[in-house]
Antibody, heavy 118, light 106 residues
Framework: EVQLVESGGGLVQPGRSLRLSCAAS????????MHWVRQAPGKGLEWVSG????????GYADSVKGRFTISRDNAKNSLYLQMNSLRAEDTALYYC???????????WGQGTLVTVSS | EIVMTQSPATLSVSPGERATLSCRAS??????LAWYQQKPGQAPRLLIY???TRATGIPARFSGSGSGTEFTLTISSLQSEDFAVYYC????????FGQGTKVEIK
């Protein structure tokens, strides 16, 4: 069974940094690209960032480009999101997601809540 | 960045009626288009991938069509459990989601 467990969320002041983690199990982690998707309270889904299986390719939404960095450690079956220069509009539930939609599957974590406020 | 635009924002439908949701991509995404259903407090659930293939366990009343830049999700006869928010997603170039269509009870 695929499991994705996010951690690292919390309350942080504007301009500060936070690092999210996602622990993956139940599948061969380094076979798949991975993504971060967020959802602000009462709002829709927003793709944040993605990373290829071997970290050779990364992508970012325009809203976070230059402030967020995605990375992974295949030896630890873990995905990360380093978030710098945080803004109030970054407040959201952050989901870790496995890239298997092409095969007809969706795998999401339970999310970790990030609140940016003074 | 590929922009996905869904319409309408809200769709009011009576149980048993047909619902038609639209999604437009700012550039071609081929058939790399998925539809998700999300209910309050839950993670999204995949309904359709490859623009028209139902995911495992998804009832036949859900169908998808389209390719390139224009896509449609049709729910043939709405059941009570279908009232939710629906998102389209392109996965042709990384991911992008539409802003969602809320299907509410009329």
């Amino acid at each position: 069974e695929v499991q994705l467990v996010e951690s690292g969320g919390g309350l942080v002041q504007p301009g500060r940094s936070l690092r999210l983690s996602c622990a993956a199990s139940g599948f061969t982690f380094d076979d798949y690209a991975m993504h971060w998707v967020r959802q602000a309270p009462g709002k829709g889904l927003e793709w944040v960032s993605g990373i290829s299986w071997n970290s050779g390719s990364t992508g970012y939404a325009d809203s976070v480009k230059g402030r967020f960095t995605i990375s992974r450690d295949n030896a630890k079956n873990s995905l990360y999101l380093q978030m710098n220069s945080l803004r109030a509009e970054d407040t959201a539930l952050y989901y870790c997601a496995k890239d298997d939609v092409r095969d007809g599957y969706d795998s999401w974590g339970q999310g970790t809540l990030v609140t940016v406020s003074s | 960045e590929i922009v996905m635009t869904q319409s309408p924002a809200t769709l009011s439908v009576s149980p048993g009626e047909r619902a038609t949701l639209s999604c437009r991509a700012s550039q071609s995404v081929s058939s790399n288009l998925a539809w998700y259903q999300q209910k309050p407090g839950q993670a999204p659930r995949l309904l359709i991938y490859g623009a028209s293939t139902r995911a495992t366990g998804i009832p036949a009343r859900f169908s998808g069509s389209g390719s390139g830049t224009e896509f449609t999700l049709t729910i043939s006869s709405l059941q009570s459990e279908d009232f939710a928010v629906y998102y389209c997603q392109q996965y042709n170039n990384w991911w992008t989601f539409g802003q969602g269509t809320k299907v509410e009870i009329k």
